[in-house]
């Protein structure tokens, strides 16, 4: 559990995620036609958050663009900010996502911080400016479970949550709102390495309620606490006109949402998940506007997985013969062979050649052949210029793909001028980047001290003491060396996006010094 897979078989979401529910139930299934073919499985990355998403849009609710921030207007009561992970430091004193959280709750929307990471939370209903009112911190430190019932599988950094009751309260609410219901009877909801809420807590606007804590055995790193506070939320006053007031989660773990933690095996991860968007989007589902920020980034799509999780059609017998049900009913069978043995009628006397194109040979028919073999050739030069035509727009207008990775190679070492740039453009047109990026991250290790002519296996590393995930650091090295010296593979121009944050962050690691290469001198 504390080193994350590096893929996961989407198939697998069609039974163990939506479902029944997946797609609309078929109602009569043609037969007699051949089987059509099932989508290939989707390679789904552990530690993203594209399943997550992927129920999101099962439930009508559409991602809000980078470009629409611009015109806040156009976001009211309808809006879901979810924050997932880091939330960035853009150099202001409110980082740009919790700065949209503030906004959501503001008009009545909804909000959601999971993070692991040291951030500081600000209440909405205060005078002081937001970076001046620090309302809850998660400390970013991890913790750790002493009691193995406490834990998944045996696994110390992965401690159950455990929910609070509001019986638990000193001043217990009178009316709980729809927050309570989130972590209500889930026992079995999984962490990855989470960090806790520091107290003590100011307990109000929307920081009303503890919702969960760690377990009585968890031990956060140089203290000791009993029951860390894991989860606090609250509900807004609903509106004078029905509709519902704002909705707040702050969980202090991010991996509870990843692709890994959803499909674990004896886990409430995926109830949660479904839990967490039920009330994110209130009473009759009537928020369908998501904001979705992950490690401070606007992630644009919502539908990644829709190949994955469509529901698959049943297979049908070759030798079936298409129902036409309620339309025909019992005389079916009677009209198929009425309609065969007219076809058969036709094709005997030759009806479509006697009637289209005149008697074999007579005039008629020499002159119809003619008139045919004109047509093909017109509708042959016609395609023909058509096809050149396209091809002449797609060579001016290439595709709107990402432009490949800029490395040190600079020009060719043989051939006229522009032959390198040429065969750049011609991957990109492709979409497929492997060279420039493998040319990328060789270049990289060779800077960082790797050995000279090294091979498809990762060499020796150190990892210093400062870093609070060794093990995902280690898998992430493993997964870029791998692209740079391993058998050559695909790499579309979405999966350089979804890449390129991950090698700027080994590179900014390496040059803070966490990690080396460990040669002979060493």
Same mark, same amino acid.
Request: net charge positive.
């Given at each position: 559990?504390?080193?994350?897979?590096?893929?996961?078989?989407?198939?697998?979401?069609?039974?163990?995620?939506?479902?029944?529910?997946?797609?609309?139930?078929?109602?009569?299934?043609?037969?007699?036609?051949?089987?059509?073919?099932?989508?290939?499985?989707?390679p789904v990355p552990g530690g993203g958050t594209e399943l997550f998403r992927a129920l999101l849009a099962r439930e009508g609710i559409q991602p809000v663009r980078a470009g629409e921030l611009n015109n806040?207007?156009?976001?009211?009561?309808?809006?879901?900010?979810?924050?997932?992970?880091?939330?960035?430091?853009?150099?202001?004193?409110?980082?740009?996502?919790? /700065? !949209?959280?503030?906004?959501?709750? &503001?008009?009545? #929307?909804? %909000?959601?911080? =999971?993070?692991?990471?040291?951030?500081?939370? +600000?209440?909405?209903?205060?005078?002081?400016? /937001? !970076?001046?009112?620090?309302?809850? &911190?998660?400390? #970013?430190? %991890?913790?750790? =479970?002493?009691?193995?019932?406490?834990?998944? +599988?045996?696994?110390?950094e992965c401690p159950y949550v455990v929910p609070v009751s509001p019986d638990e309260l000193k001043n217990r609410p009178l009316d709980p709102g729809r927050v309570w219901g989130v972590f209500r009877g889930l026992t079995r909801l999984a962490t990855n390495q989470p960090t806790f809420i520091e107290e003590p807590l100011k307990y109000r606007a929307e920081f009303q309620y503890p919702l969960a804590r760690l377990p009585r055995s968890t031990t956060p790193k140089g203290q000791r606490l009993r029951a860390p506070l894991f989860a606090v939320g609250g509900d807004g006053e609903d509106q004078i006109g029905g509709a519902p007031g704002y909705a707040f989660l702050a969980l202090a773990d991010s991996s509870v949402f990843i692709n890994q933690m959803l499909l674990e095996e004896g886990t409430d991860n995926l109830k949660f998940a479904l839990r967490t968007i039920e009330y994110l989007q209130g009473p009759g589902q009537s928020r369908k506007r998501c904001l979705f920020f992950e490690n401070g980034r606007v992630i644009e799509k919502f539908d990644t997985l829709n190949a994955a999780v469509a529901k698959p059609r049943p297979k049908l017998p070759p030798e079936a013969m298409p129902n036409l049900g309620p339309l025909f009913g019992k005389n079916q069978e009677a009209i198929v062979k009425g309609v065969d043995k007219f076809a058969d009628q036709l094709q005997t006397h030759d009806w479509l050649h006697q009637t289209k194109v005149g008697p074999s040979g007579s005039d008629?028919?020499?002159?119809?052949?003619?008139?045919?073999?004109?047509?093909?050739?017109?509708?042959?030069?016609?395609?023909?210029?058509?096809?050149?035509?396209?091809?002449?727009?797609?060579?001016?207008?290439?595709?709107?793909?990402?432009?490949?990775?800029?490395?040190?190679?600079?020009?060719?070492?043989?051939?006229?001028?522009?032959?390198f740039d040429r065969r750049q453009r011609e991957l990109?047109?492709?979409?497929?980047?492997?060279e420039p990026v493998r040319n990328l991250m060789r270049e990289f290790f060779a800077a960082a001290g790797a050995p000279p002519h090294p091979g498809p296996r990762l060499p020796p590393l150190e990892i210093s003491d400062a870093v609070r995930k060794p093990g995902s650091l280690s898998q992430a090295l493993r997964d870029m060396w791998r692209i740079a010296y391993g058998p050559p593979s695909h790499i579309s121009a979405q999966r350089w996006f979804e890449l390129e944050p991950y090698f700027d962050r080994l590179r900014q690691a390496h040059a803070d010094g966490k990690w080396r290469f460990l040669t002979d001198e060493t």
């Open positions: 559990m504390k080193r994350l897979t590096r893929g996961l078989a989407a198939v697998a979401l069609l039974a163990a995620v939506l479902g029944p529910g997946a797609a609309p139930t078929a109602r009569a299934q043609l037969r007699g036609f051949p089987e059509p073919p099932q989508p290939p499985p989707v806040a207007r156009t976001l009211n009561t309808d809006l879901i900010v979810i924050v997932i992970g880091s939330p960035g430091v853009d150099f202001q004193p409110l980082p740009q996502p919790l /700065a !949209w959280v503030r906004f959501a709750l &503001q008009v009545d #929307g909804a %909000a959601l911080v =999971a993070s692991d990471s040291r951030v500081a939370l +600000h209440a909405t209903s205060t005078n002081a400016p /937001a !970076w001046d009112n620090v309302t809850a &911190q998660f400390s #970013g430190g %991890a913790v750790t =479970a002493d009691n193995q019932n406490d834990v998944h +599988h045996n696994q110390a008629q028919e020499r002159a119809s052949v003619a008139r045919w073999i004109e047509a093909a050739v017109v509708l042959g030069a016609v395609a023909i210029t058509l096809l050149l035509l396209r091809r002449s727009l797609l060579a001016r207008h290439p595709l709107d793909v990402p432009p490949a990775p800029v490395t040190g190679a600079g020009a060719a070492a043989t051939g006229p001028p522009g032959v990109v047109r492709r979409n497929n980047l492997y």
